[in-house]
């Protein structure tokens, strides 16, 4: 043992080395994230063919949604110029315009990487050729139009209180997967939906000055070569039920989960942190069993394993869509016949990014579980011949709920619906 005495010069240099440290670490603490001196989006009809009109567009961050300074019009050549641009990924939606004689030019760029170095950077980014969607959308008993009700592209959010319903669509862009577009329904009940992208697209209808969709269309295919129609349209009676109200987590409970860690909501999202080994959340309300559909938006925050367990019930019994479990990437139901998601029928293996919203349906009938991601079916499974069960460990999220394993995740825009 060392005397009283040697100790008292160590002591100086001690609290002198934990001051060095504690200034250390508050001055990693506040330096400024790397950022890119300028960024220019270079947009372009094809390769090295500049757009060539003025556009306004919108950029977010794609961890939290946030809007990236406020709308920025392009140049003629339609390149966009951000000053200064911290180092990450990026959505940059297209909001378009049209001039005389030619075409609307809209998109949506998801998970734009702006990458650290000196000097500027520039990325070329292709604006698709524009299509159009056509229909007649009517009330229930599909004959009275639906007049003045909105069709756009599904989105993920929904605006603020008190703005001006002009500037709503760049909130709803900030939640839409595929390039946002928006139309009003006329008086006769028609409708035309210009600047869709090229590919499959869920347009949500809301009824007249109302931000919450009351219904959704799914799975219509846009082609560039010629306009869709949808035909005649008739609205529900049974509307979208939403399960969050993006403030705070009422009608949901804090799944008792061995090793879970918090639940926050932040960003216009619910946060499911990293548990050790689960952490996730329950549904309190009111729920059918059968015959009905539920969505959500859900992101791999940080970590290798589901980012979204998703237990849903099935008449009597209960099951679980996982997505990215396994190591990252299996997706499929657990279980059927006591089989797991990565060994039954419906595994299958999707690599997924983080930091970017996926858009997850399931659909529960009498006799099928089917379910999807982004507009790609995945799940369909003919129930009769299957025992439907859950593992033990997802217990705590009957009757509805998500969960993640030693991953944090994020959610928003919980919808059911009865069919």
């Not at 005397?3 to 504690?22: E, K, R």
């Not at 809007?67 to 000053?83: C, I, P, R, Y």
């Not at 396994?326 to 930091?355: C, K, M, P």
Request: net charge negative; proline share 6%; aromatic share 8%.
């Amino acid at each position: 043992m060392r005397p009283p005495s040697a100790i008292i010069p160590i002591l100086p240099l001690v609290l002198a080395s934990a001051v060095l440290l504690a200034l250390g670490q508050l001055a990693v603490a506040q330096a400024p994230a790397p950022s890119r001196e300028r960024v220019v989006f270079a947009l372009q009809r094809a390769k090295d063919e500049p757009l060539g009109q003025l556009v306004r567009a919108h950029l977010y961050a794609a961890d939290s949604g946030a809007e990236v300074g406020t709308g920025k019009t392009s140049d003629q050549a339609g390149s966009l110029a951000f000053e200064r641009l911290p180092v990450g990924r990026y959505d940059l939606w297209v909001e378009g315009s049209t001039v005389p004689g030619g075409e609307v030019a809209r998109a949506l760029f998801r998970g734009v990487d702006v990458t650290a170095g000196d000097g500027p950077q520039s990325i070329e980014l292709r604006v698709p050729p524009p299509c159009t969607v056509t229909g007649h959308l009517t009330l229930p008993d599909g004959k009275t139009p639906a007049s003045g009700y909105v069709v756009a592209v599904q989105s993920g959010t929904v605006p603020q209180e008190g703005p001006d319903p002009a500037s709503w669509a760049a909130a709803y862009a900030c939640g839409a997967l595929t390039c946002y577009a928006e139309t009003r329904v006329a008086a006769d009940g028609s409708f035309t939906l210009h600047g869709l992208t090229p590919g499959r697209h869920s347009l949500d209808v809301r009824r007249p000055g109302e931000r919450e969709a009351c219904t959704s269309i799914s799975d219509v295919e846009a082609k560039p070569e010629a306009p869709t129609d949808l035909g005649t349209v008739a609205v529900p009676i049974e509307s979208w039920e939403y399960l969050w109200n993006r403030r705070d987590l009422t009608g949901w409970a804090e799944g008792d989960f061995y090793g879970r860690k918090e639940v926050r909501v932040e960003n216009g999202r619910i946060v499911i942190s990293m548990g050790n080994d689960m952490t996730g959340i329950t549904w309190r309300g009111d729920l059918p069993r059968v015959d009905y559909e539920v969505t959500l938006q859900a992101m791999r925050v940080t970590g290798d394993d589901f980012f979204c367990g998703l237990t849903f019930p099935v008449k009597e019994d209960y099951c679980s869509l996982i997505l990215g479990g396994w190591g990252g990437s299996v997706v499929g139901l657990s279980s059927l016949d006591w089989v797991d998601a990565s060994e039954n029928e419906t595994s299958q293996y999707i690599q997924f990014t983080r930091h970017q919203w996926y858009r997850v349906r399931v659909r529960v009938t009498a006799d099928r579980i089917s379910g999807w991601l982004d507009e790609k079916k995945i799940i369909d499974v003919a129930t009769a011949k299957h025992r439907i069960s859950i593992r033990i460990e997802c217990e705590p999220s009957k009757p509805l709920g998500i969960c993640t394993w030693r991953t944090t995740g994020a959610l928003r825009d919980l919808r059911l619906r009865r069919l």
